[in-house]
């Protein structure tokens, strides 16, 4: 089971780009790598999914490198909304059941103007 | 198409009380998942439900049995309820297993004094 590894809380301003790294020593073959966004009094929402290299949707981009033992996702221009909590989980979409995957504490991003 | 929605949305409960947190999707998910998420703490998997009548513990399952007698309901009942099961209450649902998007409810607030 792979376990991630996110900084606890993150700092930033309105109008920069902010990476959050997620470490996955152990990623197994089939794992995939999710990034979630929650909200305060809200469930988490799925903001993107990745296996390797790069993925790019209109919210934000996740770069893994070859090795993936790591993932890193971006978020370009940030605005005061983007304050929230940002949970890594790695694991195989095909494995069915929970899988042991975990959310973790998740990294708090703060933004500020 | 309404997604995952959850009731009540707040409940106080006196210890040794009974409850149902009720859930329920409309997109025709066969997976599906109940987390408690602790003040400032990430999510932990109490059951999840692989289809109807298909249901198995997670990390967190003392206190709480389930049922997935359809496909769109996924019921959590609490039995003599505690002080530590006072939490926030996250029903979510995918298409597989936890590896894939998973669609979060909006909580149950429980108290439990």
């Known amino acids: 089971l792979a376990k991630t590894t996110q900084p606890i809380s993150m700092d930033s301003y309105e109008g920069q780009e902010v990476n959050i790294t997620c470490s996955h020593n152990n990623i197994a073959t089939n794992d995939y790598i999710t990034w979630y966004q929650q909200f305060p009094s809200q469930g988490p929402r799925f903001i993107i999914q990745g296996y390797k290299t790069k993925v790019t949707n209109e919210v934000a981009s996740l770069f893994i490198p070859a090795d993936r033992k790591s993932s890193t996702l971006s978020l370009p221009r940030v605005s005061l909304s983007d304050t929230a909590v940002y949970y890594c989980l790695v694991g195989d979409p095909s494995g069915g059941g929970a899988d042991g995957l975990t959310f973790g504490k998740g990294t708090h991003l703060i933004i500020q103007p | 198409n309404a997604g995952v929605t959850q009731t009540p949305k707040f409940r106080i409960l006196k210890i040794g009380q009974s409850m149902t947190l009720q859930c329920t999707q409309d997109?025709?998910?066969?997976?599906m998942y109940w987390y408690r998420q602790d003040p400032g703490m990430g999510l932990k998997l109490i059951y999840y439900s692989v289809g109807a009548g298909i249901t198995d513990k997670g990390e967190v399952p003392n206190g709480y049995n389930v049922s997935r007698s359809t496909t769109e309901d996924f019921p959590l009942r609490l039995e003599l309820a505690a002080p530590s099961q006072t939490s926030v209450y996250f029903c979510?649902?995918?298409?597989?297993?936890?590896?894939?998007?998973?669609?979060f409810g909006p909580g149950t607030r429980l108290t439990v004094t």
């Open positions: 979510a649902s995918s298409t597989g297993g936890m590896g894939y998007e998973q669609y």
């Open positions: 997109m025709n998910h066969n997976y």
